[in-house]
């Protein structure tokens, strides 16, 4: 298998580049980013393609900017899975608590589709996926519509039956950004009430939303039992509305007797 230094040195090549070329173009960029850490110097280089050497984050970049490369790519020629990120994290650590993931989403990208969920992933809460998605599947993120600079993933805990059987625990929730305000009406029954994704202190909650006398009152699903929650102004965010959803039918298989 060819190396990543090989490689990089065929690109090089196949530009025409001298090594001279490429150290002058690098002291460019390092004087626009004000940082010494962009120069490759000529040795550097020659150890980069020759002996083996890993670049810093720092060279990546200009290697990558220089020969014009997508620096996930070139990642990935020194073994680094970008694309296993998201099952490496929820494999190396099971996070109990709430909490935001943020995903980089790019129009002519392609975003992964849950297909199955791994068995040994434990979300026992509501969790921000948006950069925490599995590679189950893959779709071009054009097809699913929308605003794609405003959506952003969560996952409802798997012990989260606060919005059941409406959303039902491990749900996987689209969240329009764009859609902050709350709608006070509009609907004809709870199936079509707004649901809202909610940033506060100790986590992230989902239900919906109501303002009472400058407070966020947040309800949740008379079957769950869970009482309201309220909030002060500044004690929490409203992250978007629930757009879009992906579950599994058999949910209430799952569902504990006090649940």
Known sequence: MEEAGQKLKRVRER???RYRDVEEASQRIAERQKSDEFVI?????????NKGTVPSVFRLYSLCTIYRLDVTEVLGW??????QMAA???AAL???ATHPLRLRLDANVEVPVPLSLDPSVDFRRTTYLTRMIQRWGRLPLMLL??????????????????MYPILPPGAILLIDESKRKIMGDGWRDENERPI????????????????????LMMQFAPGAKTPPRWFAENEADIVGQVVGVATRLDAWRRRPNNA
């Open 15 to 17: 530009l025409n580049l």
């Open 41 to 49: 110097a000529l040795s550097r280089l020659a150890d980069i393609e």
């Open 78 to 83: 020194y073994g680094v899975p970008l694309h």
């Open 88 to 90: 490496d994290s929820m």
């Open 94 to 96: 099971d996070v109990p």
């Open 145 to 162: 519509g929308g605003d794609y600079k405003t959506q952003r993933y969560a996952m409802l805990g798997t012990e989260d039956w606060s």
């Open 196 to 215: 809202y994704f909610v940033e506060h202190r100790q986590g992230h909650l989902c239900g919906w939303c109501s303002m009472v006398e400058g407070r």
